[in-house]
């Protein structure tokens, strides 16, 4: 999955993304926002990238990129393959992001249900939070099967079918959703009026059966269901997503790992002192 983000702005003559003739502070802002948008070209499914691949995508000089990638490779936040040059997320990442990930209340608490609903189904369990336009995956337990469907940490979701995003989209208002679409931060292709509005009713329906599901409608060869976490205040904080390849998941199997689901995420809303909706 390649990741939806805004392009840099285009470098001025220092190379730095600004393109505005702001003083020291603006600039300064500038590089962190272009260093932030370097690091997000790497996801899941290209780990690996060179410098041009990443200058491309993110709209800046290779000179500034190859900048960026120095400074990071000396914090071990960027590691360079030996034999391709290109370059890979560093292990310095993971003493950033640790203190986070030991502090997030919803992925403490799921592991124990995701390991059990692994073992349940069989199937690939995962964490899923919103990021304000995109689910992101927090925590994982692949599935035994030699053949499966996996969610990595930190994979993005953005695709309207996805049934993570379903869940959390079908807990907004109305015209959010719609910002959301129409602006084409959720992909939604062929969208139309009547696709538009079809598309409100089933978020409708998610939010009334408690649970989304994603019948080889993003992806031909999988499936995905996903059932919302809710906190002590009621609000969806997070979702369970189990993700499996197509071949194994009949409609009525499609349909038992939907309510494995839901009561899986039941189960961890009530370890976060919620209630399950009824």
Not at 2 to 28: E, I
Not at 42 to 49: G, M, R, S, V
Not at 69 to 89: G, S
Not at 140 to 157: D, E, M
Request: net charge negative.
């Amino acid at each position: 999955m390649v990741s939806t983000m805004t392009p840099a702005k285009t470098p001025d003559s220092n190379g730095n993304g600004s393109g505005t003739n702001g003083g020291p502070d603006a600039k300064g802002a500038s590089v962190v926002v272009n260093a932030i948008a370097v690091l997000r070209t790497f996801t899941a499914d290209e780990p690996l990238l060179g410098v041009t691949e990443i200058a491309n995508r993110v709209g800046m000089h290779k000179s500034s990129v190859s900048r960026i990638l120095a400074t990071f490779e000396q914090e071990n936040l960027v590691e360079r393959d030996p034999e391709t040059k290109r370059f890979r997320l560093g292990l310095g990442l993971i003493a950033v992001a640790g203190p986070l990930l030991a502090e997030m209340e919803e992925r403490r608490v799921a592991y124990p249900v995701l390991r059990q609903l692994t073992e349940q189904t069989g199937e690939t369990s995962a964490l899923m939070l919103w990021n304000g336009d995109e689910a992101i995956c927090v925590e994982q337990i692949a599935s035994h099967h030699q053949i499966k469907h996996t969610t990595p940490l930190g994979a993005r979701y953005r695709d309207a079918m996805s049934a993570s995003v379903q869940v959390f989209l079908s807990t907004l208002p109305a015209e959010r959703v719609r910002e959301l679409l129409r602006s084409g931060t959720i992909t939604f292709p062929g969208m139309d009026d009547d696709g538009l509005a079809a598309y409100e009713t089933r978020l409708r329906d998610v939010e009334q059966r408690g649970w989304a599901g994603n019948y080889g409608e993003s992806s031909m060869d999988e499936v995905g269901v996903a059932a919302p976490v809710r906190d002590h205040r009621g609000d969806v904080v997070a979702a369970v997503l189990i993700p499996a390849p197509r071949f194994r998941v009949s409609k009525e199997q499609f349909e038992s790992l939907g309510e494995a689901c839901v009561a899986a995420a039941a189960k961890v809303t009530t370890r976060l002192g919620g209630r399950p909706a009824n």
